[in-house]
């Protein structure tokens, strides 16, 4: 099952301070069976309007690899933007259907951290140690204290910024990601009805 994650929320406890920028490092080499470009653009048309973002694999292979799967799959369509806490990061990746859900809940190894959590970055959220699967944030501010708890950032928001910017945060992290794991959006459209969400995600 879906474990709970987040983004390493340091960045907002009391004397916590940001690490000096990290030595930036070649990606591990990874096999690349999902057929994924190098660099290549996933298109979001959501409730809010339309962004696009630029995936590298060099900036985190496993990642960009994985992502590409999922977006084939259709994965997204029609997923909530569930946990958007303002000027921190705005995530996403539980399906609308649980059925989906369960079916991509396959961790993938970690990848070293090649590019920082500058804003508009794209990473894998964890719950631990090669725990990626599904669940991905958009970094709303530069946060480099994540780089070296492990989130290794695999594209970037090109284009539509503004759209991010503008998904709805009130809920913060009220809606519960096991009840979204297990129920998908009939839990989310009854309690939080107001939630952003993606009508398609599709590759470029």
């Not at 951290?113 to 958009?138: L, P």
Request: glycine share 6%; net charge positive; aromatic share 12%.
């Amino acid at each position: 099952m879906q474990r709970h994650r987040v983004a390493y929320l340091c960045l907002f406890l009391a004397g916590c301070s940001s690490p000096p920028e990290p030595k930036k490092q070649s990606a591990a080499p990874a096999v690349n069976p999902s057929g994924a470009p190098d660099v290549y653009k996933v298109k979001f048309v959501t409730s809010k309007g339309p962004f696009v973002v630029e995936v590298h694999r060099e900036w985190a292979p496993r990642g960009a690899d994985r992502f590409y799967e999922l977006v084939q799959d259709h994965y997204y369509n029609d997923a909530r933007f569930y946990r958007v806490i303002p000027n921190f990061v705005a995530q996403f990746g539980l399906a609308a259907n649980p059925a989906m859900t369960r079916k991509w809940d396959k961790s993938i190894d970690d990848d070293q951290v090649a590019h920082t959590n500058g804003v508009g970055t794209v990473t894998f959220a964890t719950a631990g140690r090669n725990s990626r699967t599904t669940q991905i944030f958009i970094n709303l501010r530069s946060n480099q204290s994540l780089d070296d708890k492990g989130f290794a950032a695999f594209g970037k928001v090109v284009e539509g910024m503004d759209t991010v910017e503008k998904l709805y945060n009130k809920y913060g992290d009220a809606p519960d990601q096991e009840a979204i794991t297990r129920r998908g959006n009939s839990y989310l459209k009854g309690s939080f009805p107001l939630l952003d969400y993606i009508k398609t995600a599709a590759i470029l």
